[in-house]
């Protein structure tokens, strides 16, 4: 796949699912943009909205590595997993990186690097490595409220609220108040629970409606704290997650140290150009 971008030439586009169960059009949608050099937020911000992805990726070549910057149709964000996935995919299944060489990103977060752990020719596991997020106790009476869910743990991390409710069945009949949710401050809100499925450890929805987004359909940042979170509860390191929106995504999570790792897979549904911008 040839790039070739602005100055009038155009600008290679997708849109990735990651984090895919089985079934098709599961997982986060996210966009992809390869860049030659980045353009100035405005336009980022501009074609993230034109995108309407919980996340748009933009992509630039930086010697050994890709600078890499996430926009919501509304704001850039510090992290995001799954377009982080996304961003992965694209360039091992665009031949622009070979299968077998691991990929380094430079972000606001700091270095993330993302291996393939199959060769090419068929579907194949991508892992990211991430750094953990701990979540601490804190009491949030407010989010409790809006979300209209009894408590079981309430806390905060780095970039969301958390929130653990009794079971399953609770996490999925949630109809938070999205407004009020909306002035909690933090990047979003995550509502967590053990898992009904013996083969699946915990599962989660994302709410942020502060940064343009109700329901995220999968979120790989937020399992930076729900890894270690369930790690402590259920004694393991290696956990399976499952996102329980209308979408649903999988992902594999292993705690190690002061790193989360998150391994899923992710699947191209639409490749085209972005022309005349």
């Known amino acids: ?20 169960t089985p079934e098709p059009f599961s997982g986060n949608p996210a966009g992809v943009c390869l860049l030659e050099e980045w353009m100035d937020e405005k336009w980022m911000q501009g074609l993230a909205m034109e995108m309407n992805q919980a996340e748009t990726a ?10 890499l910057r996430w926009f919501t149709p509304t704001v850039e964000v510090d992290l995001c997993g799954h377009a982080t996935l996304a961003s992965a995919h694209y360039l091992w299944e665009s031949g622009e990186v070979p299968r077998d060489k691991t990929i380094e990103f430079e972000t606001r977060s ?11 020719g068929g579907p194949f596991q991508l892992t990211l490595d ?6 601490v106790a804190t009491t949030a009476s407010e989010v409790v409220a809006a979300l209209g869910a009894q ?11 958390f929130v653990e409710v009794p079971s399953q069945t609770d996490l999925v009949a949630l109809q938070p108040d999205l407004a009020a949710l909306a002035k909690t401050g933090l990047r979003g ?13 915990f599962v989660s929805r994302f709410f942020a409606p502060q940064s343009g987004i109700d329901e995220d359909p999968v979120t790989g940042s937020a399992h930076c704290a729900l890894t270690p979170y ?3 509860r259920l ?11 209308e979408r649903k995504g999988l992902l594999a999570c292993r705690l190690a140290g002061d790193r989360v790792t998150l391994t899923g897979q992710a699947r191209t549904t639409l490749v085209g150009t972005l022309a005349g911008h």
Request: glycine share 10%; net charge negative; aromatic share 8%.
């Open 189 to 201: 809100v995550v509502v967590t629970a053990k898992a009904d499925d013996p083969a699946i450890d």
């Open 130 to 135: 991430f750094p953990v997020d701990r979540p």
């Open 151 to 161: 408590a079981v743990w309430q806390g905060a991390g780095q970039l969301d609220w």
């Open 230 to 232: 369930w790690s402590q």
């Open 1 to 20: 796949m040839s790039r070739r971008t602005l100055h009038g030439m155009a600008t290679p586009v997708c849109l990735i699912d990651a984090f895919v």
């Open 58 to 67: 933009f992509l630039v070549p930086q010697g050994a590595r890709y600078g």
């Open 110 to 120: 700091g270095i993330l690097t993302a291996t393939s752990s199959t060769g090419a």
């Open 235 to 245: 004694g393991r390191t290696e956990l399976q997650a499952m996102q329980l929106s």
